[in-house]
């Protein structure tokens, strides 16, 4: 799994503290984590951080405390990515953070270029990212995955791609945590289905987890009846 190795690009704020009891509980920055379908209190934990990683658009710094004292400083991404300091997190001087920029996914990835008319589609969609309209890529993604699945079946690669991107800016929208978490399962189990089963697979089944988690905090009813999704996809997330 890929490390970040520009460490000073990483900001020096927020710094999140996880924490693992000696009962083999979690908490990030005090609050409990709840445990997700197939996950130990570690990897739920993380998942939790991951979520906060995407929110911000780039890798978060962590300090996780194991129970026999011992303190790990981490930068975390939000694909899982987890990368080991081998020091303390340096003291922030405060400074003006300029806002992160939005990563869209590469559609064209070991599949080559999208055809003009397809590409017409692409080019909305990063058009509305570049100007902060995360709603209208969304609206473009669905419809350039709608476009791809009739032309090229749903298992291409490059429909793979446009539903990855719709997933992805799910999360970014952050309105609704039923939508996302049925939007990487499903991406999840169709790169799984097409043989791509690789960290794109594995980030999208560890997206649907924390989106679960999330939308568990302000619906519980509702992430039960999606539990059984996510049991389906438990074993992509390792």
Known sequence: ???VTDLDSVPLTPVYTIVISVAGEASVDGEPVESLPGQD?????LADIRVRAARRGHPVRINAKEPDGSVWPLIVDHDGA????????????????????????ALTERAGPLEPRHAAVFGRIV???LRGDLAGAAAAAEELETVLTADLGPLHPHTLGALATRAWLSLLLRNDWS????????TAERRHRAGATDTETRRA???????????????????????????RIAHLTV
């Open 1 to 3: 799994m890929p490390v």
């Open 41 to 45: 209190a570690r990897t739920s934990a």
């Open 82 to 105: 987890v990368t080991p300091l081998d020091a303390p997190h340096p003291v922030p001087v405060p400074v003006a953070t300029p806002a992160p920029a939005i990563a869209l996914t």
């Open 127 to 129: 058009a509305a990212e």
């Open 179 to 186: 939508a996302a978490t049925r939007l990487h399962v499903l």
């Open 205 to 231: 089944a560890r997206n649907a987890h924390a989106a679960w988690a999330l939308l568990r905090t302000i619906d519980p009813a509702a992430a039960e009846t999606l539990r059984p999704e996510l049991g």
